[in-house]
């Protein structure tokens, strides 16, 4: 007896990928209209501008750059033609000043652009300006929180593209914050919409409540291991000092190493010393700094994809037979890989359109992905990303029975909106 017989699956791949540059967060508690993100940065203007001078605006890595011309006789011409050169940008935010010889510019994201936190640095040549202050665009608001879509059906016709909204499935109304896990819900059924780059709504699997499993990955800049070495108690002059460091990822035993020596001085503080200069001086395949501090080494490793181990001890010779040294080593920081980045998200959207039977190869004979609908992507490079897994049930309905499978809903949204995500 073949159990399966009648049972036709639907299932496909037991989870689901969301990707949104922008969270409908107006259902959150005490959420509202997103606000802008705003910079102001003050730069002082010579009455007389000297022709030739310059004055750059680099944000976020987009460089925008003022040089004096001959028509710029005031301060506040030359402040005029600045805010000209920052608003041809192609980031998205305006540029106003206030003030002339003492000017500050004010510019200004709107909102789902994602610009808090973004770095301003500005600079200048020659003498025209000085006394400058940039201040980055404001961490406080909202943004990039965009206007609320109530119900499914608002979403569906008014929604931005990137944009993530939750509605419930009985009534298609805004899922409130922290309703999702309310037991006076039980049963109930929200579900996500998404709008993809090019415009294209899109659904996730309805989830039943409760949806206790749901956890938040929250985004992490990566860092690489750290450890220190304290030498203590007596070290005889002749007596060899030798500190080895292991690179623990790789596949082959022994590990790959880096050995370093000292004679001993008969001075503990000498010799950390002398071990940080020959470690520093390292050429081949450096992926680490010494410092030392008195009777203290810490070795600093630089590759975060990478874990590593620092071990140390000292040989006794015929002129000190006997070693009263006391070694301690410390890892006082653990290597972890970052979490969230361009290429995470990448990586989940492209194993996202591979389950949807999407190939993302090319080669001769082969069928370019663009010829097979290939959506638009919501991976923005310069978006610091959060992930929400969220661990529920699909019922499939077979012909003689229904069938429960687990169903898994990876949801990738910027870091900003995370918690209120995670909250609904």
Do not use: C
């Amino acid at each position: 007896m073949i159990k399966n017989r009648y049972f036709k699956s639907t299932l496909g791949v037991p989870s689901e990928v969301i990707i949104a540059q922008t969270l409908d967060a107006s259902n959150a508690a005490g959420a509202v209209a997103g606000t802008s993100a705003t910079s102001v940065n003050a730069v002082t203007i010579a009455a007389s501008p000297t022709v030739g001078d310059t004055l750059i605006f680099n944000i976020d890595g987009y460089v925008y750059t003022y040089t004096v011309g001959a028509a710029e006789t005031t301060a506040a011409l030359a402040a005029t033609a600045i805010d000209a050169v920052l608003n041809a940008n192609t980031q998205g935010f305006t540029a106003a000043h206030t003030g002339t010889t003492t000017a500050s510019f004010t510019l200004t994201a709107p909102v789902g652009t994602a610009f808090n936190g973004k770095t301003v640095v500005v600079t200048e040549g020659g003498n025209t300006f000085s006394a400058i202050t940039a201040g980055n665009f404001s961490t406080t608001g909202t943004n990039p929180v965009v206007a609320f879509q109530n119900n499914y059906k608002s979403f569906i016709a008014t929604a931005a593209a990137g944009a993530l909204a939750a509605y419930w499935e009985d009534t298609k109304a805004a899922v409130t914050f922290g309703t999702t896990t309310n037991p006076a819900n039980a049963g109930r059924k929200y579900f996500y919409a998404w709008k993809q780059g090019d415009g294209t709504v899109k659904r996730s699997t309805s989830i039943e409540i409760p949806v206790a499993r749901k956890t938040a990955v929250p985004y992490y800049v990566g860092q690489a291991d750290i450890y220190t070495l304290t030498l203590t108690g007596t070290i005889s002059a002749g007596q060899t000092l030798i500190v080895r460091l292991l690179d623990t990822t790789a596949t082959i035993i022994p590990f790959p190493s880096w050995d370093f020596s000292v004679i001993s001085t008969g001075t503990a503080a000498t010799d950390i010393a002398a071990i940080r200069d020959k470690i520093n001086a390292e050429t081949v395949d450096k992926v680490f700094t010494a410092s030392a501090s008195s009777n203290v080494l810490t070795v600093t490793f630089t590759d975060k994809q990478r874990t590593f181990k620092l071990l140390s001890n000292i040989e006794v010779t015929f002129v000190a037979p006997t070693d009263a040294t006391i070694q301690t080593i410390a890892r006082t920081q653990k290597q972890k890989s970052e979490i969230g980045t361009f290429a995470d998200i990448k990586e989940l959207e492209n194993y996202f359109l591979v389950q949807q039977g999407i190939p993302l190869y090319t080669g001769s004979g082969n069928i370019n992905p663009a010829e097979m609908g290939l959506p638009a992507s919501n991976v923005v490079a310069a978006t610091t990303w959060g992930v929400l897994i969220i661990k529920s049930t699909r019922t499939e309905r077979g012909e003689v029975r229904n069938f429960q499978g687990l169903v898994y809903v990876i949801v990738a949204v910027p870091q900003a909106s995370l918690a209120t995500l995670a909250g609904l």
